[in-house]
């Protein structure tokens, strides 16, 4: 399988990667624009956008759209996130055409009629009522405002409720034009696609359009603090987290691979400690999140209300633990599972095309496997523990506590806890 | 493509395709035993002894079965349904036997240590607080119950908690006796995988079982009801359901076609009207599950409380409408969706697996996709207005609602307005 880029003249960019074997195809356009490219007053927009594409083109009513996809069979959606705004497809090989000019076309010519944006701007409320009624997910956006206090980071994607009520036309308008240019936008396929095609129908589609560099978004500055909502439920909710580095730090595999071994699967410490052995969640996991500067280890667990005391010093007790006795196992185990659950991953033609249109958006390549691979295997046991007891002591944390969490200790007797 | 079949002696089941080009593997057990096949007082106890399969074996504790898979970058799980409980595993090409040994492992040889039953007891009280802090997972606990009220099939998987709390491991040893004999095993296993291989690996490690049927579950009878639960919560919850065909029935993809049409995807009715026109949802969906014997079209939508009533009397509306002028352009759309879903999700070696079980399991052979395609084809708009007429008019209906729900209709309120 080989990696193919492109450049159009305009900055617009292209990668493909033709997977043998497949009926399918799984296409895209990531706009390098999301919710950390909002000002203040903008935050939502980006988001809200992504739902405007949907609702009506110079040609085609929403109906229209999405029976243009589905006619053939094929799935199309968006998703935004922090630093991406991505509109995709999943059609079978014949249909990747079709699939690529619906894309353009709800991109370059959406009308953002004012009824439809009244219409959706109701579909992006009750968006925002289902979120806070999912306390594994709000507890997220809590966390990570407490992260990145004040800075376009620590924002939620969806918004506030008042100032989703306050967007108008121009607003959408106003971001497409600071966001939407054709140095931002990077087309990925994978699967049963051909380069020179794909490329010259993206040349049709989007050769036109003038260059217009981008903004920047702010650094982010991963701060800390701590973020605690009582409410009726079953379980208290707890997410914890530390900076971790960017994309482009040398350090990103060591952070991922920590994130593994403390929390990343059945055999992490985590996993064991808390649930094996003293079955106090259910759930618990750590995972490593990045952005282009910065990033997030972020640890989630629910438990009792009871128990949440527990729960959140074992976590902590965890935390330096692992800066003391990891071993060298575990470091070979976690990077054995990220190996095999990359190479597992990109056999999926979505996962393949995720993936190469992030590495465009980070390094403007797409580095080889092997070469991923091979950062992944220079993580050595030294410098898991260099990262673990870095975290272990003074750098900052993040909490966020939801449910029935009045016995949860609080941000300081954590510290406290940390550095004892 | 190729599928392959074998039965040992004793009449465990294997059914294995080698997919080229890949690198990886997903294989498991499906034991034709779920929620559906516990009596009264062991409700919650085939969820139980999936959880316990990973507590340790003769050989093995919670930890090393653990290790086993992950040192080599695999990935092991277990679901419990209502007709089936799985254990599977993803792993690279080259650690099939492996995983296919440790999953033998946790199956024939649990130790189900009692104080290992007392942890997991904990954890397991943990996950059912955390469905119960999900309304759109514990509503269609509640939509079950009202479908098939005192019934196996109506009961959840998890259990109630009084019940959990008081298993023992005789109890987890009588359903393992009553349910986990070889003629209730199917091993499947698809991607970078050898037929004869598995077969003989599956040979020494299965082989030696005594043969011993399993008692059939009891028939499941679609009665319909009401479940309304009033809590503060940010949106009401909406899960209505009438009855499907079973798996076995021939009129099942008529079925699923209905339910792609009505609402499956964007340019579904029930999208199109109550969220692209009206704003009324953000999530709002159909879908058609199917058991041996029955099964259920389900619908599902969350909204305020101030529109609660709106949306349910709209639903109603749009299940009706598609009783009176449903198209033949939507018919071709959804078959196009169900056939275009089917091979693109076929290009997972974990879909292929299930999917392979699951045929083993209803119809004891796994027929081609192309003569499921051919099904599919086969449904015509005809058959589609009948199914749809037959769930518009009398059909027992339940209906689950869950938050602000003061406003919203009861079920006799519905029926009435079906039947005008």
């Given at each position: 399988m080989t990696v193919q880029t492109a450049t159009l003249s305009n900055g617009f960019r292209i990668v493909t990667e033709h997977m043998p074997g497949l009926q399918s195809a799984s296409l895209g356009i990531w706009v390098c624009?999301?919710?950390?490219?909002?000002?203040t007053e903008q935050n939502g927009i980006a988001h809200f956008l992504e739902h405007m594409a949907?609702?009506?083109t110079k040609t085609r009513s929403a109906l229209q759209i999405a029976e243009a996809i589905e006619d053939v069979g094929g799935y199309i959606n968006a998703y935004t996130s922090r630093e991406v705004t991505a509109y995709y497809a999943r059609v079978l090989a014949a249909d990747t055409p079709l699939a690529l000019e619906v894309i353009a076309d709800i991109l370059r010519n959406p009308v953002f009629e004012p009824s439809e944006i009244e219409v959706e701007r109701h579909v992006i409320l009750q968006e925002i009522g289902q979120a806070h009624d999912t306390p594994d997910d709000v507890i997220f956006d809590w966390l990570q405002e407490q992260a990145y206090p004040d800075q376009p980071l620590g924002r939620?994607?969806?918004?506030?409720t008042d100032r989703v009520n306050s967007f108008d036309r121009d607003d959408l308008l106003r971001f497409v034009g600071e966001h939407y240019g054709p140095e931002q936008l990077i087309l990925s396929a994978a699967g049963a696609v051909d380069h020179d095609s794909i490329v010259a129908q993206a040349k049709a589609l989007f050769g036109d359009m003038p260059s217009r560099p981008g903004d920047a978004a702010l650094p982010g500055t991963f701060r800390g603090g701590e973020s605690r909502q009582e409410k009726q439920l079953e379980q208290a909710h707890m997410a914890l987290a530390f900076e971790a580095p960017g994309y482009?730090?040398?350090?990103f595999y060591t952070a991922q691979v920590y994130a593994i071994a403390l929390?990343?699967?059945?055999?992490s410490r985590l996993f064991q400690e808390i649930?094996?052995?003293?079955?106090?969640?259910?759930t618990i996991f750590a995972q490593s999140g990045a952005y282009a500067d910065t990033g997030m280890t972020t640890i989630y667990a629910g438990t009792s209300g009871k128990e949440v005391a527990d729960l959140a010093l074992l976590t902590i007790d965890e935390m330096k633990r692992a800066a003391d006795d990891m071993s060298a196992a575990e470091v070979d185990r976690a990077r054995a599972q990220m190996k095999a659950g990359l190479l597992m991953g990109l056999e999926s033609p979505a996962a393949r095309a995720e993936r190469m249109a992030r590495m465009m958006q980070i390094w403007g390549k797409v580095p080889p496997i092997a070469e991923t691979v091979a950062r992944i295997d220079a993580v050595t046991l030294d410098k898991v523990r260099t990262f673990a007891e870095a975290q272990a002591s003074q750098a900052p944390l993040a909490l966020s506590l939801y449910g029935p969490v009045a016995q949860a200790p609080d941000l300081a007797q954590l510290q406290a806890r940390r550095a004892a």
């Open positions: 624009a999301g919710g950390r490219h909002e000002r949907f609702k009506g939620t994607i969806l918004g506030e482009r730090d040398p350090a929390g990343g699967g059945m055999s649930r094996e052995k003293r079955g106090l969640c259910y």
